[in-house]
């Protein structure tokens, strides 16, 4: 029988015995060997991080983009109502001799009741533009479903100055953009009491049957107007005498119906006001508040006799601020970007 060393395993490498084992200078010297490789091997890794430090801080140092410019804009907190009269009777007439006894406001009660069908037709009429100096008289093409032929060609314009220029203003420059809407003259003189006289209508054209669609000659009125693109918002309206109409066409997103209610609730108001505070920033906030600002000076400046209209124009402005305000946590000025 061969004894072996209780610190060797059968077939198994010689391996260094526990500590407790050995004797005492073996350990001290095995101790000062350990503590000469940690000392090592600490030095190698404090070069090692050096260096680390070293190559970190040669890395160049991330580019930022400076922040966009800011504009303070100031909105006032209301638009103020202009102090209109009736629309007169002379006016009326010049449309259509048979009113001359009907009173104004009992006319727009039954225009309101044809009007979304009449602005959906004017959507199928066509016309060829002109060159040149614009025309006293225009050809248009109109479907035969129609409800009505438009009466008149509205060549509306912007004023060459600052200064707003009254919209019964009839001369027109040739670089000047002009935009050609049809309209049904009676509509806007029912509603705009600053609006001077149409001219004189054309016969009505005949219609054919078995043809889809009928040309005509019609009159063109010139119509400067101190928000020229904004007028197809306007006519929505005086159309249809619709408050949700007008909202949705100068709101980035519908509002609730309650909100138009005489007693409509706070708390569906700002809930509203919240919704467009969180899903629109405050630049495209005040593109729409600057819409409906083309809008007001435009009835401004035709002189809209119809309460409700202003009554809708205040409504949306006073969303519109208090979600910009929300929007940019602050009141007034308002922080956008140029």
């Given at each position: 029988?061969?004894?072996?060393?209780?610190?060797?395993?059968?077939?198994?490498?010689?391996?260094?015995?526990?500590?407790?084992?050995?004797?005492?200078?073996?350990?001290?010297?095995?101790?000062?060997?350990?503590?000469?490789?940690?000392?090592?091997?600490?030095?190698?890794?404090?070069?090692?991080?050096?260096?680390?430090?070293?190559?970190?801080?040669?890395?160049?140092?991330?580019?930022?983009?400076?922040?966009?410019?800011?504009?303070?804009?100031?909105?006032?907190?209301?638009?103020?109502?202009?102090?209109?009269?009736?629309?007169?009777?002379?006016?009326?007439?010049?449309?259509?001799?048979?009113?001359?006894?009907?009173?104004?406001?009992?006319?727009?009660?039954?225009?309101?009741?044809?009007?979304?069908?009449?602005?959906?037709?004017?959507?199928?009429?066509?016309?060829?533009?002109?060159?040149?100096?614009?025309?006293?008289?225009?050809?248009?093409?109109?479907?035969?479903?129609?409800?009505?032929?438009?009466?008149?060609?509205?060549?509306?314009?912007?004023?060459?100055?600052?200064?707003?220029?009254?919209?019964?203003?009839?001369?027109?420059?040739?670089?000047?953009?002009?935009?050609?809407?049809?309209?049904?003259?009676?509509?806007?003189?029912?509603?705009?009491?600053?609006?001077?006289?149409?001219?004189?209508?054309?016969?009505?054209?005949?219609?054919?049957?078995?043809e889809s669609s009928v040309r005509c000659t019609?009159?063109?009125?010139?119509?400067?107007?101190?928000?020229?693109?904004?007028?197809?918002?306007?006519?929505?309206?005086?159309?249809?005498?619709?408050?949700?109409?007008?909202?949705?066409?100068?709101?980035?997103?519908?509002?609730?119906?309650?909100?138009?209610?005489?007693?409509?609730?706070?708390?569906?108001?700002?809930?509203?006001?919240?919704?467009?505070?969180?899903?629109?920033?405050?630049?495209?906030?005040?593109?729409?508040?600057?819409?409906?600002?083309?809008?007001?000076?435009?009835?401004?400046?035709?002189?809209?006799?119809?309460?409700?209209?202003?009554?809708?124009?205040?409504?949306?402005?006073?969303?519109?601020?208090?979600?910009?305000?929300?929007?940019?946590?602050?009141?007034?000025?308002?922080?956008?970007?140029?």
């Amino acid at each position: 029988m061969v004894l072996q060393s209780k610190f060797h395993s059968n077939g198994a490498r010689t391996t260094t015995p526990p500590p407790s084992v050995l004797p005492s200078k073996l350990r001290a010297l095995r101790t000062r060997k350990t503590q000469r490789r940690t000392r090592v091997k600490g030095t190698k890794c404090c070069a090692e991080q050096a260096a680390h430090r070293v190559r970190v801080a040669k890395v160049p140092a991330l580019k930022t983009q400076a922040p966009a410019p800011t504009m303070p804009v100031r909105l006032p907190k209301k638009l103020g109502r202009p102090a209109v009269r009736e629309v007169s009777r002379e006016a009326l007439v010049a449309v259509d001799k048979s009113l001359v006894d009907v009173h104004p406001a009992y006319l727009r009660e039954g225009l309101a009741a044809f009007g979304p069908e009449l602005i959906k037709s004017l959507s199928g009429v066509r016309a060829s533009a002109p060159t040149g100096a614009m025309p006293t008289e225009l050809d248009i093409t109109v479907d035969t479903n129609a409800t009505a032929v438009p009466s008149h060609i509205l060549a509306v314009y912007g004023p060459t100055t600052t200064s707003s220029s009254s919209p019964s203003s009839s001369s027109t420059s040739p670089s000047r953009k002009i935009t050609l809407y049809p309209v049904h003259s009676l509509y806007l003189a029912a509603h705009c009491a600053r609006l001077p006289a149409f001219p004189a209508t054309l016969p009505s054209p005949s219609f054919t049957p078995g043809e889809s669609s009928v040309r005509c000659t019609v009159p063109v009125r010139p119509l400067c107007l101190p928000s020229p693109a904004t007028y197809p918002h306007l006519s929505g309206f005086l159309y249809t005498q619709s408050p949700e109409v007008l909202l949705a066409s100068v709101l980035p997103t519908p509002p609730p119906a309650s909100l138009t209610h005489q007693r409509h609730c706070e708390d569906g108001r700002a809930q509203y006001v919240r919704s467009l505070a969180q899903t629109y920033t405050p630049q495209r906030l005040l593109q729409h508040a600057l819409l409906l600002h083309g809008v007001w000076r435009n009835a401004c400046a035709l002189g809209v006799v119809v309460p409700a209209f202003w009554d809708t124009v205040d409504l949306a402005w006073g969303v519109l601020l208090d979600a910009i305000a929300l929007g940019t946590g602050a009141q007034e000025p308002v922080a956008v970007q140029v």
